[in-house]
């Protein structure tokens, strides 16, 4: 029998500065983990996350490289996903991230948590696309 899809109360979210290596000097992420205090279960996709920043609200877009699988939780398992964003503002000032809201995968409850990387760039100084993303969730 496939387990139940994970809910947001039975999943203990916590956030750090992400440590992989970005895909570009210029680019820092923020690692996003999913710990399961209940019963096995299941997360698929991406998450949703929200910033609320101090140019207005953004969503972050999902890559679109990346395809989602199943993950299964149990019991004091991890599950984690990675949100990339630029850094280099050129000298510009960067958006500043007051609050970000997630959903994980399949809910519509979500938790507010604080942000704990650096200002990202926007607009000119983001220099294209590929700016502002997040990875699936995976284990």
């Known amino acids: 029998m496939t387990p139940a899809a994970c809910t947001t109360a039975n999943l203990i979210p916590d956030v750090s500065v992400g440590e992989a290596t970005p895909p570009e000097s210029d680019m820092a992420s923020v690692t996003v983990t999913f710990g399961n205090k209940g019963d096995t279960c299941t997360l698929n ?22 395809k989602p699988s199943t993950v299964t939780l149990a019991k004091a398992q991890i599950a984690t996903f990675t949100i990339w964003y630029r850094t ?15 959903t994980p995968p399949g809910e519509t409850h979500s938790v507010k948590m604080n942000w704990p990387g650096v200002e990202f760039a926007t607009g000119a100084d983001a220099g294209g696309t590929d700016t502002l993303y997040l990875e699936p969730v995976s284990m």
């Not at 996709?45 to 609200?57: D, M, Q």
């Not at 280099?88 to 997630?102: A, E, F, Q, R, S």
């Open 45 to 66: 996709g991406f998450a949703g996350v929200h910033l609320a920043t101090s140019a207005g609200p953004t969503d972050v877009p999902r890559d679109g490289r990346k």
């Open 88 to 102: 280099n503002p050129k000298g510009h000032p960067g958006d500043k991230v007051t609050t970000m809201t997630i």
